[in-house]
């Protein structure tokens, strides 16, 4: 449901400094030219007044809900979103049906889906009729490589686009609005600007939320500059890569063969520690 802050486009006093930095109009989103600049695909969508479904693939911090929620803004359509995680098929089964009563009464739906390729393969199935039929127009965010992850099916029937990570320029934008919302400078020399701008990158590109909320919120006297980089931390390093089931399984196989070495033949297999038995 939809509460007043949200209806009127006002966010609450105590929201999150990333929330309330939320841009309210396509124009306002960095990093993705490519889509939503002049000649872009997806501008050209607005400008005809006809929305596609669409696949946002991306890393997280880059827009794929903001651009979303936009788009339902720009063309006038019903914007509804389900998450993945959280939603099953009677979850789908409403969203279906709202977006069918909508459009007997002349309004188009955009069904946002985020982190769409958890669905499995039989739920991604049932957006098929809903999606040739026009009842829903689709927009679907993930972070997984979609050829993997989604049915040749929905790919079919809808567009790709890849979103790019923000660069330095994007990130330094992003620390202008928040400097001018917050109505202060940050207490940054210019090399710990630039020591900031570069740890999202080593995480996927998003913004720099957490330390920038703290910033936003915080109300205790501003310390002095800061003289050295080292001071805003270092960025810790990230293991978890992301991989689709072929990888896994050979990464799996690789492991195993690195771990258990087989020597000779097979009746003769013995283990490192020269038994014949399980280590």
């Not at 660069?167 to 020399?189: I, N, Q, V």
Request: glycine share 8%; with cysteine.
């Amino acid at each position: 449901m939809t509460d007043l802050f949200e209806a009127s486009g006002i966010h609450p006093p105590d929201a999150p400094l990333a929330d309330r930095l939320r841009p309210q109009a396509l124009d306002q989103v960095v990093g993705q030219d490519h889509l939503l600049g002049e000649g872009g695909p997806i501008r050209r969508m607005i400008e005809a007044g006809r929305l596609g479904s669409m696949i946002l693939w991306g890393p997280p911090g880059t827009g794929k809900t903001t651009i979303a929620r936009l788009l339902a803004k720009a063309a006038g359509y019903e914007y509804q979103s389900i998450s993945a995680v959280f939603s099953g098929v009677a979850d789908l089964k409403k969203a279906f049906e709202a977006a069918r009563m909508r459009r007997s009464a002349g309004q188009q739906t955009l069904l946002f889906v985020d982190e769409i390729h958890r669905f499995n393969r039989a739920q991604q199935d049932g957006f098929l009729p809903f999606v040739e039929e026009g009842i829903v127009t689709l927009v679907g965010a993930t972070t997984e490589n979609p050829s993997f992850e989604l049915n040749g099916a929905l790919l079919s029937r809808s567009q790709v686009y890849v979103l790019k990570r923000l660069d330095d320029a994007s990130l330094d934008l992003l620390l202008d609005r928040a400097e001018a919302l917050m109505g202060k400078l940050l207490p940054l020399t210019p090399e710990a600007r630039q020591a900031m701008l570069r740890r999202p990158r080593r995480h996927h590109g998003r913004r720099p939320g957490p330390r920038t909320t703290r910033l936003g919120t915080d109300h205790r006297p501003q310390r002095p500059s800061v003289d050295r980089p080292v001071a805003v931390g270092k960025q810790a390093p990230c293991f978890s890569l992301p991989m689709n089931g072929r990888e896994r399984l050979a990464f799996l196989l690789l492991t195993a063969a690195r771990t258990y070495p087989l020597i000779g033949p097979p009746m003769l297999h013995r283990w490192p520690n020269g038994s014949r038995s399980w280590p």
